[in-house]
């Protein structure tokens, strides 16, 4: 006997529970495959992610509370857009988390860690020697995290992704200002090398040069393109 409503031979599939979604569309977020002031269409939303229209509110309004989407009455909900002041204060936050999570790395870290943070550091230079600055940049983006995972830091851990998470504009524009790779190369290896050493005080130091350095690409990346919705520039 088939139920009504379903065809003989067609499996019905149950709906994603909220955490899977939100766990889906953050990443998306963070991956920068939803774009700045991108709508998040409700209808669209569930039957992409085979889901309740109820789930997507909620999932909306908790992605919402993390700065990460605006909902407007009437229009729905899109992504939010970050503009350069309120990016240099977030990678300023960063700076003082990042800073701490590489002092515990470097007390922390195993060899295992140690291993793959210096294997995505030798992925860079061919990388950059080759001009694949947005490989280049996710490689970055590894490479910081790796850092981070190893640092057993969870409150740090925590905090440093809601931060990032809002910063998917700016992921890229810092290592398109001239002269910056080379000199991000170079902020990183002696932050690696640090790590590597075991040397707290020099990696926290190494750390906070660099995300310095990330601030001022910010102001020289806002300068060279002053419309705030134009992508990564």
């Given amino acids: 006997m088939v139920t009504p409503g379903v065809r003989k031979g ?136 790796r850092i981070v995972e190893a640092s057993r830091h969870a409150t740090a851990q925590r905090l440093l992704s809601e931060l990032k998470a809002q910063l998917v504009r700016y992921q890229y524009r810092t290592v398109l200002v001239p002269g910056r790779p080379q000199q991000s190369w170079a902020e990183h290896t002696a932050l690696v090398d640090a790590i590597g050493h075991r040397d707290p005080d020099r990696a926290a130091a190494a750390m906070m040069a660099h995300l310095s350095g990330v601030v001022t690409a910010l102001h020289a990346a806002a300068g060279r393109d002053a419309d705030p919705a134009s992508g990564f520039g």
């Fill in 10 to 145: 067609v499996r019905s599939e149950s709906p994603q529970p909220a955490d899977a979604v939100y766990v889906q569309l953050h990443h998306e977020l963070i991956a920068g495959d939803l774009l700045p002031q991108q709508r998040l269409v409700e209808a669209d939303l569930c039957s992409r992610l085979h889901t309740s229209r109820g789930t997507v509110r909620a999932v909306l309004l908790r992605l919402e509370h993390e700065g990460l989407v605006v909902r407007e009455p009437y229009r729905g909900a899109h992504v939010r857009v970050i503009d350069e002041r309120e990016a240099v204060e977030i990678t300023e936050v960063r700076a003082v988390l990042e800073t701490l999570a590489a002092r515990h790395a470097a007390m922390m870290a195993t060899e295992d860690d140690l291993a793959a943070i210096r294997a995505i550091h030798a992925e860079m230079r061919p990388l950059l020697k080759n001009g694949d600055l947005l490989a280049y940049s996710d490689a970055n983006r590894r490479l910081h995290a």
